[in-house]
C-alpha cells in the first residue's frame, strides 16, 4: 500500500448519455509503468483523463495518495493534480497576451505567427510540481527532447511530430509523480521513437511513473504492466513480459467495391497536364531555409509518397499546393497547368483538392455534427456554415459509411472518439472526388484494423480513377499499395 499512487475502484463514467468507462478497478504503484492498448472507442484515452483528474466520474470512487510527498501543512488540502502531467494529443497554445488561442492559418502567415510564443517561452511558463526538488529544468528538458535547435522557433509553426515532443518537454518540466502519455510515438519519425524509447529510462530513473495510452506494437521496454480495453471496460491486466502482439497488418479487409466505386463515378472531371509542377522552390523564415531548390512534378493519376523525418519540410511543401502558404507567389509553381499568382484564388485550388493533416485536425471546430463536417468538404470550409443541402448530406453519409463511422453522423465531433474524428476528417476530403488526395499521416491515431480499411478504400478509389496522390507517413506499412512513386526530404532539400 506504501507504494500506491492512485486507485480506481468500481469506475464508470457516461459521456453524451453514453457509457465510455463501466466498472473500472486499477491500482497504479510506483514504478510499475503501464501501457494501455485496445480498439478504437475503447475507453484508453477517457481512462487517461480519468487518471489525470480532468474528468469527473458518474460512480465510483479515485483516490490519490500523494499526501506523503505533499508538505506536511497542505495534507488536507493539497492539489493532487501537481503531482500528475498529462501529454495529451492535443495543444491548446495561447497567444503572447493569452487571450486567444491560436489558428490553422496563423502558422503561414509571418505577421499572424508572430504573435505566438517561442518553444522556450512555452517552456518556461511551466510551473514544477513545488514538492518536489526540480530534476527536470527547460535547459535539461529542451536537449532531452531533441528541442534545443527550436528553442527560438514560433509554437505555431512546428512540424506535428516537432509539437509531439514539445507537449512531452512541457509534461516532463512539471516534474511529476505519474506521467500521462496519450500515444506518445503518434507523428515521430523512425530514429525519434528509437530515441523516446530509451529516454522513457531515464524520466523512469528520475522517479516517474509512466502510464501510457499506446499501439500493442510499440510498447517501450520500460513498460511493466499492461492493461487491455474493451467497450469501456478493462479486459485483461497481463505482464508485459507475458504479452504477446497480434500484428494485424496484414488483415483481411472486406469493403463494399460497389458502393466505393458509386461514389467515385464523378472523378476525373478535368484533363490536365500537370497537376504539380514546381522548379527550384526556396521557401525561408527569417534566416532559417526550409525548403532548398525543390524541383518536383506530379503528373496525373500518379501516387507519390512524400517521405522524411520530422522537420523535414514535408508539410511546408504540401501548404505550397494546397493553397495555404503565400510564399508560393513568390516561387516557380503551376498547380492544375496554372502558374501561382496568374489571378486564381486560393478557393479555386483547394476545390480541387481534397486534404487532410495532422494540423487541420488539431484546429478543425468541434461543434458541428459529424455529418456537417464531412459535407463541409465540399466547400473546403473548416465547418458548415451554410444550410445543409440534402443530396451533399446524403452523399456525406454515404462516405461516412464507406469508412464505418455512419452511426456517429448526429453526433457532434467533439463527442467521439479522436479516431472517428480523424476518419470524419478523411471522408471530407474524400467527399467532392477531387483531382488530388493529399494525405499528411491519415492513419494518425488509427487502430490497425482502422488503418486497413482505409488503405484498402483509396487502393480501391485509385484503382479506379485517375485520381493523383500524395501521402505522407512515418510508418512503412501505411503506405497504400497503389503508391508507385516516392520523393524524400531531408533537411529542405529532395534526395
Not at 530515441?195 to 524520466?203: G, K, S, W
Request: glycine share 4%; charged share 20%; with cysteine.
Amino acid at each position: 500500500m506504501q507504494n500506491r499512487l492512485v486507485a480506481l475502484n468500481n469506475v464508470s463514467l457516461k459521456f453524451s448519455y453514453t457509457e465510455v468507462l463501466s466498472n473500472i478497478n486499477l491500482k497504479i504503484n510506483a514504478g510499475e509503468h503501464r501501457a494501455i492498448i485496445g480498439k478504437s472507442g475503447s475507453g484508453k484515452t477517457m481512462l487517461l483523463q480519468v487518471l489525470a483528474g480532468n474528468i469527473r466520474v458518474n460512480s465510483g470512487q479515485v483516490d490519490y495518495h500523494f499526501t506523503d510527498l505533499a508538505n506536511a501543512n497542505e495534507e488536507q488540502s493539497y492539489d493532487f493534480q501537481q503531482f500528475i502531467a498529462f501529454a495529451a494529443n492535443k495543444h491548446h497554445f495561447r497567444n503572447l497576451s493569452n487571450t486567444n488561442d491560436l489558428y490553422y492559418q496563423q502558422r503561414y502567415n509571418s505577421s499572424d505567427s508572430e504573435d505566438a510564443l517561442t518553444v522556450n517561452q512555452y517552456l518556461h511558463q511551466i510551473k514544477p510540481n513545488k514538492h518536489k526538488i526540480p530534476y527536470w529544468t527547460v535547459s535539461k528538458t529542451l536537449k532531452a527532447l531533441n528541442l534545443d535547435s527550436l528553442a527560438d522557433k514560433a509554437v505555431i509553426k512546428l512540424s506535428n511530430g516537432e509539437t509531439r515532443r514539445l507537449m512531452i518537454a512541457a509534461a516532463l518540466l512539471k516534474n511529476p509523480v505519474v506521467l500521462l502519455l496519450d500515444n506518445p510515438m503518434t507523428g515521430l519519425d523512425v530514429q525519434t521513437r528509437k530515441y523516446l524509447n530509451a529516454l522513457f529510462d531515464e524520466i523512469a530513473s528520475s522517479g516517474i511513473t509512466i502510464i501510457m495510452v499506446t499501439s500493442p506494437v510499440e510498447i517501450p521496454a520500460i513498460i511493466k504492466k499492461i492493461t487491455v480495453m474493451d467497450g469501456g471496460r478493462i479486459s485483461a491486466n497481463i505482464e508485459a513480459e507475458e504479452f504477446v502482439a497480434t500484428d494485424s497488418f496484414n488483415e483481411q479487409i472486406s469493403i463494399d467495391d460497389k458502393a466505393i466505386l458509386a461514389l467515385t463515378h464523378t472523378n476525373s472531371k478535368h484533363q490536365y497536364k500537370h497537376i504539380v509542377n514546381m522548379q527550384h522552390v526556396n521557401i525561408s523564415y527569417g534566416d532559417k531555409r526550409i525548403l532548398s531548390d525543390i524541383n518536383w512534378q506530379v503528373l496525373p493519376g500518379e501516387r507519390w509518397a512524400l517521405l522524411g523525418a520530422n522537420g523535414a519540410g514535408k508539410s511546408t511543401l504540401l501548404s505550397l499546393i494546397n493553397g495555404d502558404n503565400p510564399q508560393a507567389y513568390a516561387n516557380n509553381i503551376i498547380l492544375f497547368d496554372r502558374k501561382r499568382g496568374t489571378g486564381e484564388s486560393i478557393w479555386d485550388i483547394k476545390n480541387k483538392i481534397g486534404f487532410v493533416s495532422p494540423e487541420l485536425y488539431q484546429y478543425f471546430p468541434a461543434d458541428n455534427s459529424c455529418m456537417q463536417v464531412v459535407e463541409s468538404g465540399f466547400y473546403d470550409t473548416l465547418g458548415l456554415f451554410r444550410p445543409s443541402i440534402q443530396p451533399r448530406a446524403d452523399l456525406a453519409l454515404k462516405w461516412m459509411k464507406a469508412l464505418e463511422i455512419e452511426k456517429y453522423s448526429r453526433n457532434l465531433l467533439k463527442n467521439i472518439p479522436a479516431s472517428a474524428q480523424r476518419l470524419c476528417l478523411l471522408a471530407r476530403a474524400l467527399i467532392k472526388n477531387p483531382d488530388l488526395l493529399i494525405f499528411d499521416e491519415p492513419c494518425q491515431g488509427l487502430d490497425h484494423h482502422q488503418q486497413q480499411h482505409f488503405k484498402t478504400v483509396i487502393d480501391t478509389i485509385c484503382a479506379n480513377s485517375h485520381a493523383s496522390m500524395i501521402y505522407v507517413t512515418h510508418y512503412q506499412h501505411e503506405i497504400p499499395s497503389c503508391v508507385h512513386k516516392v520523393l524524400k526530404l531531408d533537411k529542405g532539400r529532395s534526395i
